[in-house]
């Protein structure tokens, strides 16, 4: 019963801004570990960004540090994934996770320390 449904992907200009949402059912959000993660066709997931269970710790892959920034809203269940400046290799298929068995003041970037997925929500930016 527990349930992540993600939102908010599409198609944007290079150097446009996406906000992606993902809200969680049969699951309270204040006790897991949340991360966002990509993957491009042939090609393995990738880490993107992640936020710890006490929500006071984020990590961001290289690549997107200072554009995009992860976040949670307790009050309405759900997790964010703010992205600026976006280019075109930042197209891809983005999942939400979320985690019961990361430490209270860690961030994984390991997508099998994951235990709930989200169905995925396609980004394209063009040039």
């Known amino acids: 019963q527990v349930e992540l449904v993600e939102s908010g992907g599409g198609l944007v200009q290079a150097g446009g801004s996406l906000r992606l949402s993902c809200a969680a059912s049969?699951?309270?959000?204040?006790?897991?570990?949340m991360a966002w993660f990509r993957q491009v066709t042939g090609k393995e997931r990738e880490f993107v960004a992640g936020?710890?269970?006490?929500?006071?710790?984020?990590d961001y892959t290289d690549s997107v540090k200072g554009r995009f920034t992860i976040r949670r809203d307790l009050g309405k269940n759900s997790m964010y994934l703010q992205m600026n400046s976006l280019k075109p290799e930042d197209t891809a298929v983005y999942y939400c996770?979320?985690?019961?068995?990361?430490?209270?003041?860690?961030?994984?970037?390991?997508?099998?320390?994951?235990?709930?997925w989200g169905q995925g929500t396609q980004v394209t930016v063009s040039s």
């Open positions: 996770a979320a985690s019961l068995t990361v430490y209270l003041h860690q961030v994984s970037r390991r997508h099998d320390a994951y235990d709930y």
């Open positions: 936020l710890s269970r006490s929500g006071d710790i984020t």
């Open positions: 049969g699951v309270t959000f204040s006790a897991y570990a």
